[in-house]
């Protein structure tokens, strides 16, 4: 995996297009109600320990990539927004929504508190990872 020179950040492969500004993960969260930190901090635990996984912060959101991005978490005034990627259509009840780009899909799920997220999803983004 490369990292740009200038704001450190993992790079799919050199010269890709990112968002070039360092970006502290803390100030995402800056006026964001607890229960949208603990949710994003139960979802990093765990994806940040795949092996080959790297994240950085962009000016709204935190960009998980493996090949390719497979995670994104967008703090929001009320909920954790999390975007992750599949190659069928996703059947969950808790989707808020899904999109198919290409071959793939993108599903989006809406987490207000830590005790909603279940091993359930860790399977599906972990599915996203492995398509990466």
């Given amino acids: 995996m490369e990292k740009c020179p ?15 500004v360092e970006v502290d993960i803390d ?5 964001k109600p607890d229960a949208v930190v603990l ?22 959101c935190i960009v998980f ?9 967008k703090p929001m005034k009320k909920w954790l927004e999390v975007k992750f990627f599949s190659d069928a259509p996703i059947e969950e009840e808790r989707l808020h929504k899904q999109y198919q780009r290409g071959k793939r ?3 989006i799920f809406r987490f207000e508190f830590e005790e909603q997220i279940d091993p359930k999803y860790f399977t599906l ?4 990872f492995e398509m990466s």
């Fill in 6 to 20: 200038k704001c450190n950040r993992p790079l799919s492969r050199t010269n890709a297009w990112h968002y070039c």
């Fill in 27 to 31: 100030s995402l969260f800056l006026d």
């Fill in 39 to 60: 949710a994003f901090d139960t979802i990093f635990r765990e994806v940040s320990e795949w092996e080959g996984s790297a994240y950085s912060a962009t000016k709204n």
């Fill in 65 to 73: 990539i493996h090949n390719k991005t497979y995670l994104v978490l």
């Fill in 105 to 107: 899909y993108e599903g």
């Fill in 125 to 128: 983004f972990r599915k996203s």
